[in-house]
């Protein structure tokens, strides 16, 4: 394979890569019903320099996000999403009258009679969940779900936790914000906001509800938390938004040759100077 001058650099033109720059953003956790803890982001993981090895299958999974809650319950952990060596932790469930857990980002905590604590996110992938009030005088307020930009905001009287901020990446060729976390839900007063995702070109993760209102659901491909039910009236009718679905991006230079081989029909296309891959599904690819 004859070099080639290109951008400035001698490059060894058509032959495969041996690094490659990745995104890798877990499916979303669900929100807890009936003015439950908002859901928490799935993990972010995102970096330069992973080595290929040439002719070899790398497994790519895109995460799921958790499936609705219904009202009276706590929500569900996303899935894990993976590329290679690289796993990134789904987010974390939303709670509903508890103290939440971890995961990628950590969901909201649920107000009970009692002041209830979020969890903590896994390092160097999400943030923190917020805490809930404690009860009735309050306005039964849940915490926001932990964000990959910032942690889930604690509860106010009569106000549910604003869900922690995505992270903007530039990857596939134009800035998108992905892993915000949902908002708290309330029994009186006001949802929290889902976390902001930056121009609103992902829209915002789920935002958290009032009265009897579901929590809507974080967006697919996005790794956003589900935001948190209302709950002033049937508890069967409150229910907690689900997580949006992960995604794995792989780009590289585009004077290298494209992948040999890939499986679960990735959008493959060239940006600038780079070739870009999007799984919004599972399967694999070969360089």
């Known amino acids: 394979m004859s070099n080639r001058y290109f951008g400035g650099n001698l490059t060894n033109y058509g032959e495969a890569p041996t690094t490659v720059e990745y995104l890798v953003v877990a499916g979303g956790g669900s929100a807890g019903g009936y003015w439950g803890g908002g859901g928490g982001a799935g993990g972010l ?54 103290n939440s857990s971890g995961g990628g980002s950590a969901g909201g905590a649920g107000s009970s009679g009692a002041v209830q604590t979020g969890g903590a996110g896994t390092a160097g992938q999400g943030n923190a969940g917020g805490n809930a009030l404690g009860g009735g005088g309050d306005g039964y307020a849940s915490g926001g779900g932990g964000g990959a930009g910032s942690a889930g905001g604690n509860a106010r009287t009569q106000q549910g936790g604003y869900g922690g901020a995505g992270l903007a990446s530039s990857i596939s060729g134009a800035q998108l914000f992905y ?13 929290g906001l889902g976390g902001a995702s930056g121009s609103g070109n992902n829209g915002n993760a789920g935002t958290g509800n009032s009265g009897s209102n579901p929590g809507i659901n974080g967006l697919a491909n996005t790794g956003n938390g589900g935001g948190g039910g209302g709950g002033s009236g049937s508890a069967a009718s409150q229910t907690g938004g689900a997580g949006g679905s992960g995604i794995v991006i792989i780009r590289y230079p585009s004077y290298f040759a494209p992948a040999r081989l890939t499986t679960g029909s990735p959008l493959t296309y060239k940006t600038g100077f780079h070739r870009v891959y999007v799984f919004n599904a599972s399967g694999t690819i070969t360089f």
């Open 45 to 98: 993981q995102t970096a330069t320099g992973f080595a290929i090895t040439i002719g070899s299958s790398i497994t790519v999974t895109v995460g799921a996000g958790a499936a609705t809650t219904a009202g009276g319950s706590s929500g569900s952990q996303g899935s894990n999403s993976v590329f290679g060596s690289i796993t990134s932790t789904g987010g974390g469930a939303g709670q509903y009258a508890a």
């Open 179 to 191: 892993a915000a976390g949902g908002g708290g839900g309330v029994r009186t007063g006001t949802g």
